[in-house]
């Protein structure tokens, strides 16, 4: 044993079914351990190879032929170091979420997750096998246990491990981020150090793919369960930490940040990595001047720059002279590019086509809807003609409430917001101004307003968004019942209306563009409610 082993955190982000591409990346950045950082070991995420998560793509047995090539490319370049990476494995078993050892072209070990997780966005057990063997290889004299992401969250893989000779534990994971997640895991992680006395490099994926964000902030923690290094949130890194540990080298966790940073973060990395991995030059959206837009503009500013981004304003009837003042002054505050093209021509053809087939009827949300939707039609011409993403701006609020139009308002292929609620959205922008002031202080105070009707206001429908969120993120994202969050302090007709809307909206969500999660239960492959459904009934009646 010649000194410490030298172990190379590769925080990557990877491109889903893309094995070649993540392959190059596996190549360069072990070469770059081995040569700039004098490192003996590199660890890669989970399903290194494929990408996280690939969904169905694992259904294909093209897919993982392609993973085997991949791998057989990285054990013909890469020598001199010992690589961990993640691939689906197919044996006589079935296909596993595996992790594989290399070492000058050999593969020396190989290790299958123990636990597979089916809950919230995850879905593994659809796909794979559960591994039952620990793996404990030797690098430098040092014995390395290996798990995968869930594993972790369970006791049993780390004991078996240690009973296996591991006096140090690697993890590679693909775990997603929500608010409160990086507590979670250090608090997870210190539980597995204490019932086993290891030590724990946790190696985690960065990037946006599709609704998901990973934010990375691999995680290093010495045998008394003290965070000795950190990996930098929504960012790649490659790094590298000594076993054994040096001792009284604690840091501050990055979660001492505000909240607010680190999920302006998180939605600016999901947007870049929409736009960048999908090909999109650029980006656009339709710009209100209300709080919402206003909020889109600047996480898609950040996420691509102001050159890639365009601003379209769609004035009305109703529309108020300050908000085409406060979106112009957003648009200039941000550099975008911006036009102006009115929506009345059309509106008032529509409204002459309907005239027949609507005499004699009052005037309704059918047509503040045609003036959604005639804003749908410029945008997607828009992207259409110049390929740039159309980027949706409404928030969790209006989409758990079907505060929102299908079609229009709803029209796009990406939803930055989808998962923020409106008072986080409030939050959010003037976290934003405090970086530099782009939001004009009237926007922050004055009512929020859909202006489809003369002097419209969003309280004229619905409860004030600071009643109405807490109820939505304790019937959405806790499940609780009518009767728990009447007992909480809520006007009971005020909670079962909301959960009415709630419920009797599921067919416009399921039609919405995919979306940034932020929460523990956003509106994606978390939750899955039927359309038709007679729920309802049963939430009136308690």
């Known amino acids: 044993m010649n000194g410490p082993l030298r172990i190379a955190i590769a925080q990557i982000d990877t491109l889903v079914g893309d094995a070649d591409h993540n392959a190059e990346r596996v190549i360069a950045h072990a070469r770059r351990a081995r040569d700039e950082l004098g490192a003996h070991l590199v660890v890669f995420p989970e399903l290194t190879l494929t990408g996280y998560p690939p969904e169905d793509l694992l259904l294909r047995p093209s897919m993982i032929r392609w993973c085997r090539d991949a791998l057989e490319r ?71 246990g290996l798990t995968i992401c869930e594993d972790i969250w369970d006791p049993e893989p780390a004991r078996r491990a240690r009973e296996a000779g ?39 994926l960065v990037g946006g793919q599709d609704e998901l964000v990973f934010d990375g902030r691999s995680i290093v923690m010495d045998a008394v369960g003290e965070v000795v290094w950190q990996g930098p949130a ?22 001492e940040q ?37 909020l889109t503009l600047a996480i898609a500013v950040d996420a691509i720059g102001p050159e890639r981004v365009e601003a379209v304003l769609m004035p009305s009837r109703y529309t108020a002279q300050m908000s085409i003042d406060d979106a112009l002054a957003e648009a200039a505050a941000l550099g975008v590019a911006h036009r102006t093209i009115s929506i009345e021509p059309a509106f008032r053809a529509f409204l002459r086509m309907l005239e027949p087939a609507f005499t004699g009827l009052a005037p309704d949300t059918t047509e503040e809807n ?20 159309l980027l949706t701006t409404g928030n969790k609020s209006e989409m758990a409430v079907g505060y929102a139009t299908l079609y229009g308002d709803m029209a796009g292929g990406y939803a930055p917001i989808k998962d923020v609620w409106k008072t986080l959205v409030y939050r959010l922008a003037r976290y934003r101004n405090g970086i530099a002031p782009v939001i004009p202080e009237r926007v922050l105070t004055r009512p929020p307003s859909a202006e489809l009707a003369p002097n419209q206001k969003d309280s004229d429908t619905l409860p004030p968004y600071e009643v109405l969120d807490p109820i939505l ?35 416009k969500r399921r039609q919405a563009p995919p979306g940034v999660r932020i929460t523990p239960r956003g509106f994606g492959k978390d939750r899955r409610y039927p359309i038709t459904s007679g729920y309802h009934r049963y939430v009136r009646g308690h």
């Open 234 to 255: 929504f960012a790649e890194t490659l790094a590298v930490v000594e076993h054994p540990l040096p001792a009284g080298q604690a840091v501050h966790p990055e979660t």
């Open 370 to 389: 045609i003036q959604a939707r005639c804003r749908g039609i410029i945008l997607m011409a828009l992207s259409n003609k110049f390929g740039r993403l």
């Open 258 to 294: 505000p909240p607010e940073r680190e999920i302006y973060d998180a939605l600016v990395l999901g947007v870049r990595d929409y736009v960048e991995k999908n090909g999109f030059p650029g980006a656009l959206l339709g710009l209100s001047g209300g709080i919402d837009s206003a």
């Open 166 to 204: 591991a006096e140090l534990l690697v993890n590679i994971n693909a775990s997603p981020f929500h608010r409160g997640k990086q507590q979670e895991r250090i608090a997870t992680l210190g539980q597995r150090v204490a019932e086993t006395g290891l030590p724990i490099v946790y190696v985690n």
């Open 473 to 507: 993120e304790r019937f959405i994202e806790h499940d609780q019942s009518v009767e728990e969050i009447v007992a909480a302090g809520f006007d009971a007709d005020t909670v079962k209306r909301v959960a009415i809307m709630v419920l009797r909206n599921e067919y």
């Open 74 to 144: 990285v054990r013909a370049e890469v020598d001199g170091i010992d690589v961990v990476l993640g691939l689906p494995w197919q044996d006589g078993a079935g296909l596993h979420n595996a992790a594989v050892v290399l070492r000058d072209g050999e593969v020396i070990a190989r290790y299958a997750k123990m636990r597979l997780p089916n809950y919230a966005v995850f879905d593994e057990k659809r796909y794979f096998v559960a591994g039952r063997r620990p793996t404990v290889f030797e690098c430098r004299g040092r014995r390395v």
